[in-house]
C-alpha cells in the first residue's frame, strides 16, 4: 500500500505529536518495513484528505 516513490517538492514541517501515537507509527513502520517515516506521514495525510465523508464537506 505505501511505495517509496518520492516527490520531487518536499516542505520542512515542524509539529508536535503525543510520545504514544508517535510509538505506534515507528512501531508500525518497522513492522510495515517502511524505512522512512516521512514516507508515512505524508500517505496517511493523503488518505485523510481523500477520506469520501470529507470531500462531500468540501462540496
Known amino acids: 500500500m505505501i511505495n517509496n516513490k518520492n516527490s520531487l517538492d518536499k516542505i520542512t514541517l515542524e509539529t508536535s505529536i503525543n510520545p504514544v501515537i508517535l510509538k505506534d507509527i515507528y512501531e508500525y513502520c518497522a513492522w510495515a518495513n517502511i524505512k522512512d517515516i516521512n514516507l508515512f506521514i505524508e500517505k496517511s495525510a493523503k488518505c485523510y484528505l ?7 464537506r468540501k462540496e
Do not use: G, T, Y
Not at 50 to 55: A, C, M, P, Q, S
Open 50 to 56: 481523500e477520506d469520501k465523508n470529507l470531500k462531500q
